[in-house]
Structure formats: C-alpha cells, structure tokens
C-alpha cells in the first residue's frame, strides 16, 4: 500500500514537471502570459510530492516490507535501525529518488523565497529546473523503479554492505547529494539568465546562496567521506584518487570556482559569461560523476552490478542536459555583453587567476579519472593513481594559494603592488623562514616541504584582511572569507605533517609484546571475542603510551558480518592535540603471533580541522548574505507601506 | 590607464588563461602516459615484463599451496598464476579479508630486481552488492560452527 | 561596452562543447564495448574435478561428477538466500522448456528454505546437490551466486557465466551449448 501510495507520488511529481515546464515556457512567450501565475505553486507542490515518495521508501525500509524487490536485495530485518534508514539511499534506485527529491525541494524553495530576479529570468529558471528533473523522473519510472514489488516476497533480505554500517557513511551520500543536487539551482539559473539575456550582478547576486549552500554540503560530505575512508578502510590513507572520490571532487573545485567568479560578478560586472559556464560546469560535474560511479564503467571491479540499459539511459540525460546547456551558452555567450574591465593588478585578476587555477586543477582530476577509459579504447587496462594526480593537482594549487594570500588584500578594479607588499611582509618572512630551516635541516619531499612552507606563511596572510578593520563592524562575508581561507591553510598544514612525518610499523606479536611507532610505545594486552547485533568480533586491547606518560587502550576489532556474510577491519583510533595514533589487527599467523599495523601521524586531524572550518566560513559568509537580504527586503516593504499610506 | 590599455590587459588575461588551461592539458597527458600503471595478467608480464620499479597492477589466481609467510610473520609469499604463466609475489603487510588460495587478486607494485612482484598494495576481487561472500573469509573453525548451525 | 575585441577568441565559446562530445563519445566507447572485467576461472577448458554431493531438495538426487555424461549439461550454482538467483528462476525455466538439462548446486542452504524457494519460484533441475561448504564452487572457480557453467558431454568446463543469465542470453546460453555439443 505504502510502496503504491509513493509511485502514485512519484507519478504525480512526474505530471507536475511536465506542467512546470510546459507553464514556464509558454509564460515567456506573448500570448502565454497568464501561465506565470501557475509556476511557482507548480514547482512547490511538485517539490512536496517527490518528498512524499521519498518518505514512503524510507518508511517501506524501517518496516523492512520483504515484498518490495529494493528492499529484499537491501536490508535485513537483523539490521540496526539507524542503517535500515540508511538503506533508503544505500543503493541505486533509492539514491537517484533522494536525487530528484533534493531536486524537487530545491527548485520549490527557490519558487518560495527568490524575489530577487525579473519574473522572465525566474520562469526560465523554474522551466529549465523542471526540465533537467523530467529527464530523471523517467529514468527512475521507467528504468529504475524503486517502489517494484517482487512477485513473491523473500524469506529474508539480503543486507547492506557491512562496510556502509558504519553511522558516519549512513550520512555522508545524503549531505553529498544536497551539494551535487543543490548545484542543479546554479544550472538553472545559469540557463534561465542565458534564455533572457539577463546575465549581471542581479543573476549573481541571486545565484550566490544557492551555490554557496550546495558548496558547504559538498565541503562537509567530502571531508566526512576522507575521514570515514581513513579509518574504514584500514589504509592509513585520506585521499586514495579513487573515482568515487574524484567525482565529489570534480563539482566541488567547479562550485568553488564558481563562488569566486559569482563575487566577482555581483561586485564589479565582469565575468560574466565566465560565470554562466561555470554555474552549467558546476552541475554537469555533479552529473558526470554520479554517472561514472553508477555506470560501473570506471569501477571495474563493481562491472556486473551494472544494467548497460541503465548506463546509455544516464548518458542519454547527460548528453540533452550538458549538451544542451553547453549549446545554449554558446549560442548566447556572443550576446552576453562584456563586463567592466579591470588592470592585472587588481582583486578580479587575483580571482581570475584563483578560477584558472580551479579550472586547471578539475581538467587534471577530470582527465586522470577518465584516462582508464581511454586508454582501454586503445586495448591497455590501465589505472591512475597518487604518482599522476598528487604532483599534478598541487601543480595547480601551490600557485593558487600563494595569490589566495594576496588577491583579499587587493583593491577592486585597480591597484599597485606596492600598496599591500607591507601586509605581505609578515607571511612572507614566516614561509621562507620555515622552507629554510626544514629544507635543510631534514630530508622530507618537496611536495610536503612547499605545503608547510605555504601553510606557515597562510595562517598570518588569511587573517591580514582583518588587519586594520574595526572587528565588532567587519562584514560577515568577510569574516566567512577569512576563517574557510585559514580552514585551506590549517587543511594543508595537516596534510603536509601528514604525509611527511608519518611512522608506520607493521609487527607480528605475542600477547604481551612492546612495540615502539613514532612516540608511541604500544603493548597488546590481549585478543578477545565479542559480539555485536550482527556481527561477531575478534577485539584487540592494547595500551599505548605517549612518551612513557599514562597508556590509554585501544580497541581495534577484525568484524565479521552475517547479513550478508562479510569482514571488515575496525581501526582503532588514539587521538591528540598533536596528532594519531591508528591501529588495524591483522591475521594470526601459524606460530600464534597477531599481526598488527601501527601510524603514528602527527597533526593528520588538521586535515579535517581544515575542512570543517573552510565549511564553516562558507555557512558564515551565508549568514551574512541572508540577514543582509532581508534588511534590504523588510526595508523595501517599510518604504512601500509607507507609500502607500502617504498616497492614500 | 586609457582604455586601449585595459582592453590590452584585458586580452594579455584570456590568453594566459587559455594557455594555461592547454599547457596543463598537454602536462596532464604527458603525466598520464608515464604516471598510469598499466593492469598485467601473469602470462601477459611473463612475456612482457614492465620496466623495473615502474608501478603496475598484476591480476590473476592465487595458486593453490603457493601462500607462506616469512618468519617475522608479516611478509607473505605467494604465487599468482593465470592457468599459462606464474608470477611469484612477495607482499608486507595486512591482506584484505577475502584474500586468499585459489581467489582472484590484484596486486599493485613493482617488478623487483630478482624476477619477484613486489605488492605495496593487494585488492581481492569481489563485489557487494551481487556476490553474498559466503564462508570464503572465515576461518576453518568459523567454517565448522557455521555448517553445524546450518544443519 | 559592446566591443568584443578584447573578449575570447570566437572558437573558445563552443571549446566547452566540443570538450563533452569528446567526453560523450568516450563513454559511449566504454559502455558499448562488451564488458570483461572479471577474472574468468582458470577451469575452462578443463574437466570438472571429481565430486559427489548429496541431494539438497527431498524430491531431487543430488549432484556427482559422474553425472556429467552424454549430452551437454547447464550446471546452475545458486543459493536460495540470494536475489538474483531467485530473479534468473524464469530464465532458467525458459532454458529447462527449450530441452536444455540443469543441475543446481546450492550453495550453504537449509533444506527448508530451499524448499519454499522451489516452490515459489518452480524447480527447473534435474538433480541438486548440497555444497555446504563450497567445495565444489571454489573447485570450479565459482566465487559467488548465481553463476552458471555450460559442461560438454566429457564433463568439461566449456563456459562460465558470471551473474544472473537475463532473458535476452537464452540464445546465447543455447548457443554455447550447442557449440559444446560439437
């Protein structure tokens, strides 16, 4: 009844796209006027009708109903609650519902609260909205329906993927999801200012809390997934270049170019067409890389999960959307008047060179997660891995972050060097000062060296901003700015400690047994088993002791799972001010001993640290923007009211 | 500054833009040719074998009886074979839960001096979501328990 | 304001296009091209190890290596715990209707439970034997369910299909054994 009740939505939801663009197209003609008034409430109640769908699976879920096929392969009555909910979108067909659900919420919230655009732009927008959601609402009723009913209900279903019941992965697809969807808003208003022509500062100005919003989503649910990957996976590693992880990548160095080049355009007019493309890259990377992850033509390994059928039919949505949009901008990007101009010298050159920087890097990470593909259209089985994209991303970003410190000091438009070289004076001396003294007094890659270095001379650049500003009156824009460019500073400190300082020990011990990593003495105490709702454990205790100082114990586990029937590694963490412990237990080996691997990884939490604050500058500078925007409207309305009295 | 100078500016901005956008597609290509570890099945590196210390993948069968492990109990030895060709492989490390005799594998590492894989990283083959890994990764004693439930 | 002198060279507008189609037509490459990633079992070509498993089903004999003899035979390995398998029953149905001859191998089942999916799902085998622990699967070069292996009249392995058969491989399936025939 339940899983009807959410087709019947879904249906609905479907019906009322069609309106949506039918009604936003015929509007922006002559004749078609009187439709404007019907898409705004179109586009809200469709938004309300994808959520109602999308809670019917999430409750078919909780009630574990064995009668839906998505269920049956999917969950399992034994299952925690909290990752039977998660289950909803642990999968293909409930993860592109929570798709064109986001979809549908975001495109109903821009019709609820954005008053900001002529009506023209903002039908357009709706109109192209509901045109990309069209195309997915298809490919969910037609190709991947998730509310079919299996002809005879299962006995038991057959699980989640004990590697996704974990509590930090139950969230991290749906936060990743707001980001990629939430850049849909940007691509719409891309096309909607392209159809009109109405390419400025106002467009921008609109734009920017939508992609500012889907960008602090992406920020968040990328640093979650490197965490969740560091001490799932049981490597050691944060960033393996895996494609999965390329693919929130790739949206997110596009949207950050994008809030650049928006800022750009909302204060001085220029970039404009720049900017247009950048809102349709932002969210055609959103697209591809949810489409190379579900395809299955990247990840070999995951080949046979994959209906080719389903393939062609993303690609084919991919190719009328992108191609479409890309067709579009070049048709109007002629048209679209040049901006204001502005000397090299100036905040707009910095940031061009910030967006060139962006763009150079996501062409790498773009061309690297696709060159396996290519090269097997040339008959070799290739992959790309840390020796391609570690050097080659920071080719991109050591340049970009030395002008990050630079360009918030410049003037607008146009201004001397010399101006700031005094605020640059304390950065500077503090980056070569710790370039020297590492570079020569030990022996750690260039790579690690360059970002201490750069971090060193960060920290005080990002703060110089507020340098001579009265702190109780600094915009929030401003204080946002400052604090997510020290998260990249602190980010990259953490990342350099990390890959430069690491000690790694991998032992075979008795019970017993001392082994010394980094400061670190550690001594397993003992191998117990233990039990958990469904699964069964191998638990290591073990003391570790920071400099002779008190042991604190850590409890690494080597989990087997029955539903399905799987193992998996729980690392064990041992965190500090200064850094990681990270412990994985291993096999026995014949003779008794326990295998176990140790990192001692100083200052490796900086690297979330990081991320956490360049998300939190994000939300701040949203604050700002959003509180600055309702002054601006509430004044409007006092004035208008007070016309209106006057006029009677 | 006159306006033909900014327009000039302005024009020096875009090329430098596209010419950096080229130059790092050129670099990324020239990487990607030397960078890119290329996937070799046994009878494939027996035939052909990489360079030495170039970084590729080798994929294929764990021979049954090839695996022992080396005496400070976290180097292991095994041989991956394909049914033509047989590549011996030392690994150091922890194997990922569904490693094992007789299972698919790929390993990633460099060809050593003396003939030997050497695996800096070790991928069993498998998938979530169709393959429901049965007792493939239990130990004989869970194997046991498991069976005797089951009857 | 209205010069475009200093603007992008003309061709650049339609780069980002031309970048996509570039793209597109990789991944159409991709997708069309048939895809073999899995490592195929090392047994093709080869006889079936010798094996004796006892009947799985109260209605059915079990399964030997002995069996193998005569015409070519599709031996289906399966579990009732999995979906797929339960998915590939019509297929395999259709096959059994077209003649072809299939033994079951299930893998780790309870009786009971393999009874109702027999009877949910209908029983295309001729004989079932019980692998409890996955002897004969891991022998094969079996690594999961469903898989299906086409076995000659010698009782070699001629071909290993990794996945659920879906309907449009019926054909496919029959020409293989046909080929086996041979």
Known sequence: MIAELGLAALWLAAALAVLQLVAGALALTPRGAGMAGVVRPVAMVQGVLALIAFAALILLFCQTDLSVKLVAMNSHSAKPFIYKLAGTWGNHEGSMLLWVTVMGLAGGFVA???RRLPEPTMLATLAGQAFVSIGFYVFLLFASNPFERLPQPVVEGQGLNPLLQ???????????????VGLSIAFSFAIGALVTREVGPAFARAMRPWVMGAWIFLTVGITAGSYWAYYELGWGGWWFWDPVENASLMPWLAATALLHSASVLAARNALRAWTVMLGVVAFSMSMVGTFLVRSGILTSVHAFAVDPKRGSFILALLAINIGGALILFALRAATVTEGERFTVTSRESALVFNNVMLSGALG??????????????????????????????????????????IGPLLNWRRDRFARVRARLIVPALLAGAVLLWLGLSSGIGLLPLLGLGLAAGLVPASLMPLRGRNLRRTPLPVWGMVVAHLGVAVAL????????????????????????????????????????????????EMLAAYLG??????????????????QTSESALLTRWNGQLYAVLGEQAQDGRWQLRLWWKPFVTMIWLGGLMIALGGVIALIGRVVSDLRRLIARDKIAYRRERQGR | MSAIKAKHQRLVLVLIALAALIGAGLLAAWALRNQASYFYVPSEFAAKPPELGRAVRLGGMVEGGSLKTEADGVTIRFVVGDGKARVPVTFKGIVPDLFKEGSGVVAEGKLGPNGTFVADNLLAKHDEKYVPREMKDMTAAQVKQTVAETK | ??????????????????????????????????ASHDVQSAMIGKPLPPFNLAPASADRPGLARTDFAGKPRLMNVFASWCVPCAAETPVLAELAKRGVEIDGIAIRDRPQDLALFLARNGNPYARIGADNVREVQLAIGSSGVPESFVIDGKGTIRYQHIGEIRPDQIDMILGKLAEAAK
């Open chain 1, 493 to 540: 400190f953490g990342m350099a400690c990390d890959s430069a300082y690491t000690v790694e020990r991998l032992v075979a011990v008795r019970i017993g047994d001392k082994t010394e990593v980094g400061p670190l003495t550690v001594t397993l105490k003992s191998i117990e088993p233990v039990a958990g709702p469904n699964w069964t454990a191998l638990e290591g």
């Open chain 1, 112 to 114: 609820l609260v954005e």
């Open chain 1, 166 to 180: 974990d509590i930090g992965l139950a969230f991290h697809p749906p936060t990743l999801y707001l980001g990629y």
């Open chain 1, 549 to 566: 100082g008190e042991p604190v114990a850590l409890r690494p586990q080597a989990r087997s799972f029955w539903a399905p029937p799987q």
């Open chain 3, 1 to 34: 304001m209205s010069d475009t002198a200093a603007k992008a060279p003309r061709w650049a507008i339609w780069l980002p296009l031309a970048l996509f189609a570039g793209f597109f037509v990789l991944v159409m490459f991709g997708l069309l091209r048939p």
């Open chain 1, 364 to 405: 790498i990470v773009l061309m690297g997660t696709l060159y396996p593909l290519l090269a097997e259209a040339f008959g070799a089985k290739v992959s790309v891995g840390p020796p391609y994209f570690n050097p080659m991303t920071a080719l991109f970003a050591l340049p970009m972050l030395v002008v990050m410190a």
